[in-house]
């Protein structure tokens, strides 16, 4: 399955995440895995 794990122009991430949380359509669990993908490139990069 392709994700995406990182949005950095669009937001649509933070206007619609809850909802799908509350939604069971997305697990805490591929969120926690999506930042431990994404936090070390952010922070080899120096973005964060």
Same mark, same amino acid.
């Given at each position: /399955? &392709?994700?995406?794990? /990182?949005?950095?122009? +669009?937001?649509?991430?933070e206007s +619609? #995440?809850?909802? #799908? #949380?509350?939604? @069971?359509?997305? @697990? $805490?669990?591929? $969120?926690?895995?999506?930042? &431990? &993908?994404? +936090?070390? #490139?952010? $922070?080899s990069? &120096? $973005?964060?």
């Amino acid at each position: /399955m &392709r994700v995406c794990d /990182m949005d950095m122009e +669009s937001y649509a991430y933070e206007s +619609s #995440l809850y909802t #799908l #949380l509350d939604e @069971d359509k997305v @697990d $805490i669990e591929q $969120i926690d895995d999506a930042v &431990r &993908r994404v +936090s070390p #490139l952010k $922070i080899s990069i &120096r $973005i964060v």
